[in-house]
C-alpha cells in the first residue's frame, strides 16, 4: 500500500521531529526516585486508612452484637431531664 497525500505529511512529522523533543518524552516517561517515593508513600497511606477502616467495622460490629445480645437494653444512652424550679 503507498501512503496517500495525508499519510505522507504524518509521515514525514515522524522523521522530522527534533531530537530533543524525543529525548524530553523519554524523560517524562521514567518517573524519577521522589516520585517513587511519593507513590510509595501514598500506597502506605491507603493501607494504614484500610487497616484503620477494618478497626471501626470490627467495632461497629461489635456493638451490633452486644445489642442483639441485650434487647432490652437502649441503643442511645438517655439524659436524665432536670426538674424545672
Partial sequence: MIPRGG???FLF?????PPAVSAASKEV???????LR??????????????EMMKDIRQLEQMRDQVAR?????STPTTKKEPAK
Wanted: aromatic content about 6%; hydrophobic content about 40%; overall charge negative.
Fill in 7 to 9: 499519510q505522507w505529511v
Fill in 38 to 51: 511519593m507513590m510509595d508513600f501514598l500506597k502506605d497511606m491507603e493501607v494504614i486508612k484500610n487497616m
Fill in 29 to 35: 516517561a521514567q518517573p524519577d526516585r521522589e516520585m
Fill in 13 to 17: 512529522s515522524l522523521v522530522r521531529t
Fill in 70 to 74: 441485650d434487647p432490652g437494653r437502649p
